[in-house]
Nanobody, 119 residues
């Protein structure tokens, strides 16, 4: 399984970004996909997950972030609007369903992440 995240960059508060996660070796349409983020000195946390047609969000991003999936292209997206400085961090996608803090070792596959900086 390979996961390649992209789309992160530096933006001003209130701005928007769209992250992409390209996958190989894993069919997201059959299982969970989630976006996680990790700020320096903090635990990695799931912020959005999708399983088949159902999506769930952490309270901190609810109403601002949208997770979606293009099964044909094996890509998972995270649309992030109304960004806040506290949204800054490294963002990862993973074949997982959990929200909130996770033990990094409890997830089988991680990509290299994409950096989001909101100022």
């Amino acid at each position: 399984v390979q996961l390649v995240e992209s789309g992160g960059e530096s933006v001003q508060a209130g701005g928007s970004l769209r992250l992409s996660c390209d996958t190989s070796g894993y069919t997201f349409s059959r299982g969970c996909a989630a976006w996680f983020r990790q700020a320096p000195g903090k635990e990695r946390e799931g912020v959005a997950s999708i399983y088949r047609g159902n999506s769930n969000y952490a309270d901190s991003v609810k109403g601002r972030f949208t997770i979606s999936r293009d099964s044909a292209k094996k890509t998972v997206f995270l649309q992030m609007n109304s960004l806040k400085p506290e949204d800054s961090g490294m963002y990862y996608c993973a074949p997982d369903c959990r929200l909130g803090a996770v033990n990094v070792n409890s997830v089988a596959y991680w990509g290299q992440g994409t950096q989001v900086t909101v100022s």
